[in-house]
């Protein structure tokens, strides 16, 4: 099956610093990659969709000035915490899917990063 | 946008049990997965099923989509298999919207 990568697979930083969380798709090509964020015992929640070559769209409630999403190239894109604070201590979760017309069809997810902030 | 509703939330079974694990949206679809999350939280695969019948090994799933609804069934369940179950679908657009969730704990 496709392979997605993340990087870091955790991360503590103190509260005001900026983190940068990578997401790679390793044997396949993503122009679509998604970002979600995960509360323990909780479900995923979609945070936004990275559009390579264009910018990404935010769901409602999402700060688009604090989680800065890039993608660069059709196999990366980084999301990265800007002024990060304890409330966003969090596991984060990417995912890809294959330019369309080709496999993959679905989603597939990488293993996650988890941030404490303190 | 699209609910997805996971049924039952908790589920306790001996190793060797089967299990069935519901999923119903209150929309078309034209994508359907079902993953595991292991203790680690990564997303496991088991199925892109936007209609029909899948079959992988002791694990199989079902979609019906003219009824917006989707099963996954579990046979002769081992330890490993403990974990939480997703079912996610999507309507239009690409994104997904994830149900709540079914935690699986299979006792030895």
């Known amino acids: 099956g496709a392979v997605v990568s993340q990087h870091p697979s955790w991360v503590i930083c103190k509260s005001g610093t900026s983190v940068k969380i990578e997401c790679r798709s390793l044997?396949?090509?993503?122009?679509?990659m998604f970002w979600y964020r995960q509360f323990p015992k909780q479900s995923l929640m979609l945070m936004a969709t990275?559009?390579?070559?264009?910018?990404?769209?935010?769901e409602q409630g999402v700060e688009k000035d604090k989680f800065l999403i890039n993608h660069a190239s059709l196999t990366l894109s980084t999301l990265t915490v800007t002024s990060a604070h304890p409330e966003d201590s969090s596991f984060y979760i990417c995912?890809?899917?294959?330019?369309?017309?080709?496999?993959?069809?679905?989603?597939?997810f990488g293993p996650g990063t988890r941030l404490t902030v303190t | 946008g699209i609910q997805v509703e996971q049924s039952p939330p908790d589920l306790i079974l001996q190793e060797g049990a089967n299990s069935t694990l519901r999923c119903n949206f209150s929309?078309?679809?034209?994508?359907l997965q079902w993953f595991h999350q292991n203790p680690w939280g990564q997303l496991i695969n088991l199925f892109y099923?936007?209609?029909g019948t899948k079959q992988n090994g002791r694990l199989s799933a079902t979609t019906v989509a003219t009824e917006r609804y989707s099963l996954l069934y579990i046979s002769s369940s081992q330890t490993t298999d403990s974990g939480v179950y997703f079912c996610?679908?999507?309507?239009?657009?690409?994104?997904?919207?994830f149900g709540k969730g079914t935690k699986l704990t299979v006792n030895p």
């Open positions: 995912s890809a899917r294959g330019i369309p017309g080709q496999a993959p069809y679905e989603q597939y």
């Open positions: 044997d396949f090509q993503a122009t679509t």
């Open positions: 990275s559009n390579e070559g264009s910018k990404a769209t935010y």
């Open positions: 929309d078309s679809v034209n994508n």
């Open positions: 099923i936007p209609s």
């Open positions: 996610a679908v999507g309507g239009g657009s690409e994104k997904l919207v």
